[in-house]
Every structure is written in structure tokens, then in C-alpha cells.
């Protein structure tokens, strides 16, 4: 069952398109990863799903949530499916925390708004969503500013603020992003056990593709505005097809096997007012063939659940097969 369908969904801003097309749907309660490399359109994606982004913004497609869109929803509706069907959380929590404002009531007002409850059962409903987030002595610190938590405290509140309406979906935009190594991973664990005990469907956005793989039973990889790959992030690790997912697992520092020379994919993501003809990526292609630099290819079904965009896709002959260890850096 799907609880999210996204279809052709373009986004343009002063006539420069920055997403192409995007095709993508989440089930419920189902992982999906979403990765590739600054500028892609990972949080364009979101952003225009959730009637987040800036007037300016030309946006095309359709976001299908049972049987309503989202992109023609009035603006009462959209404010109704945010927080309380669909969360989202940010990189930065400073941004989305008030300092000036009690943490407590921060989680309160979210949970009177998007549930209805009011007096000592939002309290509670507080303290209880803060228990979850694992900040210990939970009562107390309900009394705190967001000063007086740590980075990765602040990041289990926004957490606790976006589960305060009980959604069925969490979108979370890298959300360890700011926070060291050790506290990243105790973050995604809390990710990984919430999904577990509410049966929230995820998207969760990230450079880092081992923490996707931790989290995610499914991946999809963006290059300049379009999903190139995706499928069971198992298959889609041990053996990535196109070229591009190919070079992002290539540029992967490894824990495992000899070490060797850091595999960058050269030159750079192109801009989006100057897109190549063709495939976007063959400029910086090593599979690239002729008809590659004129001929964009759609995103196709390869086999079974696995999906690709690409004229000429890497062999699966197992020679290419691997382990991996992902030393996340
Ligand atoms: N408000 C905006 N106005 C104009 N262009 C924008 C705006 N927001 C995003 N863009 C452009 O849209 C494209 C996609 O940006 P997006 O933020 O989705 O990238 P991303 O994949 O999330 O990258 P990152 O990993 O750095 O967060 C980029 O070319 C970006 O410059
Ligand atoms: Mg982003």
C-alpha cells in the first residue's frame, strides 16, 4: 500500500528547471533512502512536496496522499497534512527550535496543534514523547531552553517536535549532518528503533551512504534533478548498475581490504542553466558511449524492484561483486 506517490514532479525557479521529472513512491512504513551529491534536488524534492518552498518556485506533477494532491491543496489543507500526516526535520535544529521558548512548550504546542489534546494530557503527552527520544530525566528537562541541551539533545527534541503529531511519515533532511561521528550514530540508531516501535514510514536524505544503508530497505539515487538509480539498498550496494552510484561507493573511504588511493568521481555536478545534451551525467561518465552525450535515458525497470537510468548500465557479472565495510567518515 502507498502512502506517498509522487509523479513527474518539476520544479523551476526564474525558468531554470532544477528537478526533471521525479517519479517516487513511499509505502507505509516503508525506508526509503534518497542520496547523491550537493544540488541534486534531494530537498527541492521534499520541499516542494510539502508546499515548502518560496513563491518564486514553479512547480509541476502530482503528490498523491489517499487519493488528495498535495501541490493543489488550499493552503489550510497542506498546513493540516504537515506536522500532523507528514513530518519533516532539518539539518540544523537551531533552526527550527525557538531559544527564547521553554523546550516543553516548544513540544506542547506542536502536539495542542496538530492532536487536539489540551491541559495535563499534553503534558504528559510531552514528557512521554521526550522519554522516547531517550533525554533522560524527561520532566525536568521539559522546564530547560534549547541552550541547555547538548547538539545532539537539541536533535532528539526536533525528533520529539516532529512525532508530536503522530505522523506516518518522517522526512528527515540529514539530520545528523551537524553532529560528530559518535552522536550521528546514536541518532540513527533512535531513527532505526522509532521506525520499529511506530511503524513510521521514512524518507531519509543524506550524503552519507552507510547511514542509509543502516536505516533504509530502499535507495534512490539523484544526479542533477532525476532519480538514476534505485532499489533494495542490499542489491543496490553489493552491486550499483549505473555509472554514477558506481563512482559514489568508489569514492567511499573503506574499512576493509588494502589500503588505496581516494576515488573522487571527477569534475563537478553541472549547473543547472547549463545542463549537457544527453544523459547529465556522461561528461563525467568512463562508461559513457556516443549515444550517451544526446540521448537522456528514462528511468527504466532493470529486473524485479530495481530501477535505473542509464543508456549502457555496468555488467553484473560477479567479477565486479564485493563486500563492503562502510567506514563512515
Ligand atoms: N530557493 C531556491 N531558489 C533558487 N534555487 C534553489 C532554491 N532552492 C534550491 N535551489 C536550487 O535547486 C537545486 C537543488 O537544490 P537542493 O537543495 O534540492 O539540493 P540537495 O540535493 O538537497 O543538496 P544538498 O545535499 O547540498 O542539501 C540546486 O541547484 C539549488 O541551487
Ligand atoms: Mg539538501
Redesign the pocket.
Known amino acids: 500500500m502507498s502512502l506517498v506517490e509522487i509523479t513527474g514532479l518539476t520544479v523551476a525557479?526564474d525558468g531554470v528547471r532544477?528537478l526533471h521529472g521525479i517519479d517516487l513512491t513511499i509505502g507505509k512504513g516503508e525506508a526509503v533512502g534518497l542520496v547523491?551529491e550537493?544540488?541534486?534536488?534531494?530537498?527541492?524534492?521534499w520541499l516542494a512536496a510539502l508546499g515548502l518552498?518560496?513563491q518564486k518556485?514553479r512547480i509541476g506533477g502530482r503528490v498523491m496522499m489517499e487519493g488528495a494532491d498535495l501541490l493543489t491543496m488550499p493552503r489550510s489543507e497542506i498546513e493540516k497534512v504537515r506536522g500532523a500526516r507528514i513530518a519533516m526535520i532539518f539539518q540544523d535544529p537551531s533552526s527550527a527550535l525557538n531559544p527564547i521558548i521553554r523546550v516543553g512548550r516548544q513540544i506542547e504546542e506542536a502536539i495542542a496543534l496538530h492532536r487536539g489534546l489540551t491541559g495535563a494530557s499534553v503534558r504528559a503527552e510531552a514528557k512521554r514523547l521526550l522519554d522516547l527520544v531517550g533525554i533522560p530525566d524527561a520532566s525536568r528537562r521539559l522546564d530547560n531552553y534549547p541552550h541547555e541541551f547538548s547538539g545532539g539533545q537539541n536533535q532528539r527534541v526536533m525528533i520529539a517536535m516532529a512525532l508530536a503529531g503522530n505522523p506516518d511519515l518522517l522526512v528527515a533532511d540529514?539530520p545528523t549532518t551537524a553532529l560528530d561521528a559518535t552522536i550521528q550514530a546514536q541518532i540513527l540508531d533512535l531513527i532505526v528503533r522509532l521506525r520499529n516501535e511506530t511503524g513510521l514510514a521514512l524518507v531519509f536524505?543524506s550524503?552519507d551512504l552507510g547511514a542509509v544503508s543502516q536505516v533504509c530497505e530502499r535507495a534512490c539515487v539523484?544526479y542533477a534533478?532525476r532519480i538514476i538509480e534505485s532499489g533494495p539498498t542490499a542489491e543496490l550496494f553489493r552491486q550499483p548498475r549505473h555509472p554514477y552510484t558506481n563512482g559514489l561507493f568508489e569514492a567511499l573511504p573503506r574499512l576493509d581490504g588494502p589500503r588505496r588511493r581516494f576515488v573522487p568521481i571527477e569534475g563537478t555536478v553541472p549547473d543547472?542553466r547549463h545542463m549537457p545534451a544527453g544523459c547529465a551525467f556522461s561528461p563525467r561518465c568512463r562508461s559513457a558511449r556516443e549515444n550517451c552525450h544526446h540521448t537522456q535515458p528514462a528511468l527504466a525497470t532493470l529486473s524485479g524492484t530495481r530501477q535505473i537510468a542509464c543508456l549502457h548500465p555496468l555488467s553484473d557479472s560477479p567479477a565486479s561483486e564485493r563486500q563492503r565495510d562502510f567506514a563512515v567518515a
Do not use: Y
Not at 38 to 45: F, L
Open positions: 525557479f532544477v547523491g550537493s544540488g541534486c534536488g534531494k530537498s527541492v524534492t518552498l518560496p518556485a540529514e536524505i550524503h539523484m534533478g543547472p
